[in-house]
């Protein structure tokens, strides 16, 4: 059997006994008669970054075939911000790679991701979904290889403190029950998104805890693996979903916000990328970081101020990016180092079997462990765009290969030390810095634009958007403005508590 199938959690994968790219019209037909499914949803990201759902009961066998061949048309004016409500109409379109059993319907419920279409019959040229396709695709056409990525979904679960086995105060990290609160509520979260298809890596208590006026904020990690960046953001999306959905159904308060009190630990939102061709990872070469994953690297260091403005869209998203703690402020990159922008993790290159070592009875696995290996993108949480977000980091990984002195840059960017320590001042000052303000992102992203335009990827309608909606905080001084200032601070994070 298909090692792809073998144990495969997603219930219409599992069923149907094909991996989801390969899913028709048919199946997913064979899969509604077979199963007593009664309704039908489609689910479609909007410009608010959140997924809207349209319901559909079925009537019949041919108005189950329609819909699933015609989709159905919405209104684009009310989802997104750059649609004349003179001009509004789309068309949705279900992506049947994406079905999934909806964990929370009382009616048997079949669920599918949807992409636009305008009066034409075309894909909607401003859509974060079809932006995305033409990033990866553009990728694979300057450099021949396919780009892949995952996420590291960063949230506060928040409920009522017992005051039993208090969590040490920003020591969460890995921590186990009954001293980590809400285990139970993580695994459940990830049984529900391996259902609907996410390739997940791992799941964990993270070093954010703390109790004000009787409620326990406690910070959770669950992490992605490696899968085509479209893929990617697909899972990242259901996957916020079912956790605030999961977190309703339990009566808890869910937030993937930046920042949400001083001198705690804020949840990002790092990409982890890699680059693949011919169905081997191009990482590594010869058990050292390769020239390819420096040249995207090299992307990353050029364009890092204008990919703010797609994975950092609001003001308490600066409150995080701020000097002397773990999230970035400078434009680097170096090994196993989590005071850069850019990070490369340990990454399996040793010559030893440690399986073999920790278990005496196991021979030798000859594993390749050079599958492994990622780079890591520090700076974004979760108010991005995730579309928006991985689709620029494609342009910037891509840009890298379009550059004749990327590898030099990727020399003169790279850090070795721990770039906040005193002994580390001069090499900090060399260092370019990430933009302070949802305002200074808008003017990186204004400078460079053409980079992220280039290849009819992103389109200027919707880079026009995204500055628009990035000056019209007018946070330009807001940092130094409330510095000190908890009560403002906390109005600052009430107004952004629910972003993404």
């Known amino acids: 059997m298909n090692q792809a199938l073998e144990m495969n959690p997603n219930r219409v994968v599992a069923y149907l006994g094909k991996p989801a790219g390969e899913l028709t019209k048919a199946d997913i037909v064979k899969y509604i008669k077979e199963n007593g499914i009664r309704m039908v ?142 285990n139970d509520f993580r695994t459940q979260c990830m049984a529900y998104i391996a259902q609907a298809g996410g390739q997940i890596k791992y799941g964990h208590s993270e070093v954010g805890n703390f109790t004000i006026d009787g409620l326990i904020y406690e910070q959770n990690e669950i992490e992605f693996l490696p899968v085509n960046a479209e893929e990617a953001a697909d899972q990242l999306m259901i996957a916020k979903w079912i956790i605030r959905n999961l977190a309703y159904k339990l009566g808890y308060d869910i937030t993937f916000a930046p920042k949400i009190t001083t001198g705690k630990a804020g949840s990002g939102l790092h990409i982890h990328m890699r680059i693949v061709k011919d169905g081997q990872n191009q990482m590594l070469d010869g058990g050292v970081l390769s020239a390819t994953a420096r040249k995207a ?117 790279y850090v070795n030390v721990n770039i906040h320590q005193k002994e580390n001042a001069d090499k900090l000052k060399d260092l370019a810095q990430l933009p302070d303000s949802c305002y200074a992102s808008a003017a990186c992203l204004e400078k460079q634009r053409d980079i992220f335009e280039k290849h009819h990827v992103f389109s200027p309608a919707m880079i026009d958007g995204i500055i628009k909606k990035l000056r019209s905080y007018g946070d330009q001084t807001l940092r130094a403005d409330i510095d000190g200032n908890q009560e403002e601070m906390l109005a600052l994070v009430r107004r952004y508590f629910h972003c993404g």
């Open 41 to 182: 949803n489609f689910m479609y990201p909007a410009g608010d970054g959140r997924l809207k759902t349209l319901n559909f009961v079925i009537n019949n066998a041919a108005y189950l075939d329609a819909i699933l061949t015609c989709g159905e048309r919405v209104d684009g004016s009310s989802l997104f911000p750059f649609i004349e409500a003179g001009s509004s109409d789309l068309y949705v379109i279900p992506r049947f790679r994406t079905a999934f059993l909806d964990p929370f319907a009382e009616i048997p419920t079949l669920s599918m991701l949807c992409s636009f279409f305008n009066k034409d019959g075309e894909p909607l040229e401003s859509s974060p979904e079809h932006t995305l396709r033409k990033a990866c695709r553009a990728f694979h056409e300057v450099t021949g290889m396919e780009f892949q990525a995952m996420g590291e979904l960063e949230y506060y679960v928040i409920a009522p403190d017992s005051g039993m086995f208090p969590a040490t105060d920003q020591k969460g990290y890995h921590e186990s029950a009954p001293y980590a609160k809400f």
């Open 297 to 413: 690297i090299a992307g990353m260091m050029e364009l890092a101020p204008s990919i703010t403005a797609f994975g950092n869209t609001n003001p308490t998203s600066y409150f995080r990016l701020v000097p002397h703690q773990e999230a970035p402020t400078n434009i680097c990159w170096g090994d196993r180092n989590r005071s850069v922008l850019v990070r490369v993790p340990l990454g399996w290159a040793a010559k030893t079997d440690m399986c073999m070592t920790a278990n005496p009875l196991e021979s030798e696995s000859h594993y390749d462990t050079s599958q492994k290996q990622t780079v890591e993108m520090r700076s974004p949480d979760g108010s991005a765009d995730l579309y928006q977000l991985i689709a620029g980091l494609a342009v910037a990984c891509r840009y890298g290969f379009e550059l004749d002195n990327a590898l030099d840059i990727a020399e003169k960017t």
